[in-house]
């Protein structure tokens, strides 16, 4: 086998697995009453929980998060979790800072 098939065996096999993952915990909170919700983990290891700048460089290491605009410092794994933790805050923010571009940029002077 050459290198190239088996890196794309080992990426579907890891999707495969991650798929599986959803699907039970999927079954398992219908089963007890309990609310699963996925969200888009895009720039979480890259936001600053504290400021929310968004830059590959806040990402100093595997476990190293310090942001380069406002100097928070925190273990890496932490910001993500805070960062998923408040995602639907953050995700309405983004939604209103849209709206507000798109409403000024149609203004007619």
Do not use: P
Not at 11 to 30: A, D
């Amino acid at each position: 086998m050459k290198e190239g098939d088996i890196r794309r065996l080992r990426k579907s096999i890891s999707e495969v697995s991650w798929g599986l993952l959803i699907q039970k915990m999927i079954y398992k909170t219908e089963r007890y009453s309990k609310v699963l919700v996925q969200i888009n983990s895009a720039y979480t290891s890259q936001r600053c929980n504290k400021c929310g700048y968004i830059s590959r460089k806040n990402r100093t290491s595997q476990s190293v998060f310090h942001c380069k605009k406002c100097g928070y410092k925190e273990n890496a794994d932490i910001n993500v979790a805070k960062n998923i933790l408040e995602y639907e805050k953050w995700l309405l923010e983004q939604k209103v800072l849209l709206d507000t571009r798109h409403t000024e940029s149609s203004l007619t002077f």
